[in-house]
């Protein structure tokens, strides 16, 4: 699993799923934490790949403890998506 990068203030990744569907169905399972949290990553789909940038904009657009908390359930929750967890 790629790790995330530093980017312009911000956590950088993406995502690679067996599908455009378990695409989809990553991000309406992480919608429902995201919701709760009320930190809101920007993310992009294209097919089988989600492209995730996390930053805290009322924070000054810099990394805070939120995104690397958002960033830890993301790879949390994908390890659902993945053969045997790996």
Do not use: C
């Not at 940038?53 to 929750?77: C, E, M, N, P």
């Amino acid at each position: 699993m790629s790790t995330w990068q530093e980017e312009n203030q911000a956590l950088i990744k993406t995502f690679v799923f067996d599908s455009f569907e378990e695409a989809m169905r990553f991000m309406q399972l992480a919608s429902v934490y995201i919701g709760q949290i009320d930190h809101h990553p920007t993310w992009t789909n294209t097919y089988n790949k989600i492209q995730i940038s996390l930053t805290s904009h009322d924070a000054g657009h810099v990394i805070t403890q939120k995104d690397r908390d958002l960033a830890a359930y993301l790879d949390s929750l994908y390890q659902q998506f993945i053969p045997n967890g790996n």
